[in-house]
């Protein structure tokens, strides 16, 4: 496994999670700036030959101030692209692009139509979309082919082969960034030699200073479940004393995927990590809550537009009625009666059992798919939101009858009813529906991540990537 050393990058050049967001919305930033700067370019052509004066008086007067902002606005609209292993998917990539210039668009359009005629520029605003478009995709193909490169990866060391290091190596041979793993060590005598992801264990921590010299480790994954021997511990601090960034599994987990790894936690872990960080600011529940009554009050305006037309469809492809009502369980577990528009077959529980909604349902109508693409059947839930019984952001609520199927079967399912239900949450945004228990496993380690970081710039992240949903008819 060791590598040719005349070809090792210097470890500042090896890029971590955090490094590589910084790196793609800088450059993202950069083409947009250049993209405006040929829009005035253009904008300036267009009113004649000004001398440099002239063209100084120009930018002074005419263009609007937000005209400036245009690519710290670009940069939000790509938000959803700055997830790093998102980032190196080009697909994915291709089509947040094309999503974010048509929602740019389609807000300048509704902009345009509102302000007074021949107030904006509108050939300025064509020339920045498209240069901006044009450029970005070029930094975004440059960033897949260089940047996942192995050469910038961040090299590293699995202590610990037992069942959380090999969850952990699981994750990292799945992804092309950022991590590379050049060695896999373990304590236990009986374990060398045995070959884990394929990756062979070599022996135990006593081999940390060596393979940290030899390979340019930058960081060390403890993957240990257990009390740590003595002798590893003083291996772990000569090895910080290295260089090397000393990682534990649960903290690289919830780095890597954005959840809490249900799994592979003991409970003390959960006393001493999760508890004590779900204590959150008193100011900032105070602000979501107003956050939550000003969306709450602009969700209802936009529901007094969006019933008559859902209605009339509904009537029209499958009569009435045009409202669900459900039970689900609030926060504490409190009962309380969700509201949506109707997207299944009024006899979708003839049996009178609770099933949970699958991907491409049966039992979904013709309407109902395209209102659950758009999340238009949600928008009712904005007057749960009023009431109190939900928020903007938070986990989705669960029926009582499931969640207590649920808490017998996955460790840690009742923490998510820490939080007051939410229209969308971190798992909604990252993961489609749940029809079996593993993938209830997997959205609970999202709820839990959202529960334990949640905070202003997490709420914003999952609205910006909630609207990129909606715009990109990506719902489901």
């Known amino acids: 496994m060791a590598q040719n050393r005349s070809k090792d990058s210097p470890r500042s050049l090896r890029l971590g999670l955090s490094e590589r967001r910084v790196l793609l919305a800088g450059g993202d930033l950069v083409m947009a700036a250049i993209a405006l700067a ?25 263009p609007p101030d937000w005209f400036f902002a245009l690519p710290l606005i670009w940069v939000i609209l790509l938000f959803e692209t700055y997830d790093p292993h998102r980032a190196s998917n080009w697909q994915h990539t291709r089509n947040s692009l094309l999503v974010a210039a048509g929602l740019g668009m389609g807000i300048y359009v509704i902009y345009y139509f509102a302000a007074d005629p021949g107030s904006l520029p509108r050939r300025s605003i064509a020339v920045f979309a498209v240069t901006a478009l044009l450029l970005t995709t070029v930094w975004r193909l440059l960033y897949i082919r260089i940047f996942t490169s192995p050469q910038f990866a961040r090299r590293a060391i699995m202590l610990g082969a037992g069942n959380a290091g090999q969850a952990l190596l699981h994750v990292i041979s799945g992804m092309p960034a950022p991590y590379q793993i050049v060695a896999l060590l ?10 884990i992801e394929g990756h062979e264990v070599l022996g135990g921590s006593e081999l940390l200073r060596d393979l940290i010299e030899e390979h340019k480790v930058s960081d060390i994954f403890v993957a240990i479940s257990g009390q740590m021997r003595e002798a590893t511990f003083h291996a772990l601090l000569e090895a910080q004393e290295q260089g090397a960034e000393i990682v534990r599994m649960p903290t690289a987990y919830e780095e890597l995927l954005g959840r809490v790894p249900i799994n592979y936690l003991e409970a003390d872990w959960l006393v001493r990590s999760f508890v004590d960080s779900t204590r959150v600011n008193r100011f900032y529940q105070l602000g979501k809550r107003l956050f939550d009554v000003v969306g709450g009050l602009v969700g209802v305006g936009i529901l007094l537009v969006l019933t008559p037309i859902v209605s009339i469809l509904t009537l029209i492809d499958t009569g009435s009625p045009i409202i669900f009502s459900q039970t689900r369980a609030g926060r504490g577990g409190k009962p ?3 509201i949506k528009f109707r997207t299944m077959r009024v006899d979708a529980e003839k049996d ?55 808490e017998r079967r996955i460790p840690f399912y009742r923490a998510r009813l820490l939080e007051r239900p939410g229209i969308t949450g971190w798992a909604q945004v ?22 334990k970081h949640r905070g202003p710039i997490l709420d914003l992240v999952i609205i910006l990537r909630t609207l990129a949903t909606v715009f990109g008819f990506r719902g489901r």
């Open 336 to 338: 309380y009666r969700i």
């Open 352 to 406: 009178g059992n609770p099933q949970l909604a699958q991907e491409d349902d049966q039992r979904t109508t013709r309407l109902g798919k395209v209102l659950r693409k758009t999340r238009i059947d949600e928008w009712p839930q904005f007057i749960n939101v009023l009431r109190g019984d939900m928020s903007l952001v938070g986990p989705r609520p669960e029926r009582p009858e499931l969640i207590e199927h649920f």
């Open 186 to 195: 373990d304590d236990d005598i009986a374990k060398k030699g045995r070959v």
């Open 38 to 62: 040929v829009a005035l370019y253009f904008w300036v052509l267009g009113v004649g030959n000004l001398d440099a004066l002239e063209v100084i008086e120009f930018l002074q007067e005419r």
């Open 430 to 451: 990252n993961h489609g529906y749940a029809a079996t228990i593993e993938e209830m496993s997997v959205k609970l380690e999202y709820d839990l991540y959202y529960i």
